[in-house]
Structures are given as C-alpha cells and as structure tokens.
Nanobody
Framework: QVQVVESGGGLVQAGGSLRLSCAASRTSFSINAAGWYRQGPGKQRELVATYASSGSTNYADSVKGRFTISRDNINKAVYLQMNNLKPEDTAVYYC?????????????WGQGTQVTVSS
C-alpha cells in the first residue's frame, strides 16, 4: 500500500515557525507533485499550498509571504515552511501527494499532523 507520512507538527507560540515534511513510505517512490491542506476546528478542509511537477507553486492568500512549499532535489519529500504563525493557522495539516514508481502513480493523502499556535 502506498502511503505518505507527515511530520513536523506541534505547538508553537504566535510568531513562531514550524516545518512540515511529507515523504513517501518507501524510499524507492518519488513525489512528483503535492499539495498541503488544512482543516481547522469546525471548518472545512482548505488548500494551503501546491507544488506542481514543473516546480511552480501556489498559495492561499491567507498564507502568502509566510509559508513556503518546496521539494527536495531527489523528489523524495515535500516541505511546508511556516513562518510568522498565527493562532488562525491552528489546524490539522494534510499532505496530498502524487507518488510515482516506474510506470505506476497514485494520489495519496497523509494521515495529518496537528499544528497548534498559541496567542
């Protein structure tokens, strides 16, 4: 079964930083493109940032200038650097990755990682 594993969540004070990681469960798999989503308490899941296979990125207006999505140079992991965090960034963050291996590919969701920003 193809999985992606997220890590890097936690509790941070407002103004602080966290870096989330998303990697395929097998080192032989690669991540071609990915998106980070989040779901806050009582809210619907929303798109935070995307990284396309071309390397282009896109961000929600609420995180522009504070968050940066990137991919490592061997296409094994995708990151979300979050700076100047605000209490309204509190949510479970999910990675959605397009994983490839040889001629196969999958669209995979991670299990989520909790980010809590205290005021």
């Amino acid at each position: 079964q193809v999985q992606v594993v997220e890590s890097g969540g936690g509790l941070v004070q407002a103004g602080g930083s966290l870096r989330l990681s998303c990697a395929a469960s097998r080192t032989s798999f690669s991540i071609n493109a990915a998106g980070w989503y989040r779901q806050g308490p009582g809210k619907q899941r929303e798109l935070v940032a995307t990284y396309a296979s071309s390397g282009s990125t896109n961000y929600a207006d609420s995180v522009k200038g504070r968050f940066t999505i990137s991919r490592d140079n061997i296409n094994k992991a995708v990151y979300l650097q979050m700076n100047n965090l605000k209490p309204e960034d509190t949510a479970v963050y999910y990675c959605n990755a397009h994983v490839i291996y040889l001629s196969s590919n999958w669209n995979v969701w991670g299990q989520g990682t909790q980010v809590t920003v205290s005021s």
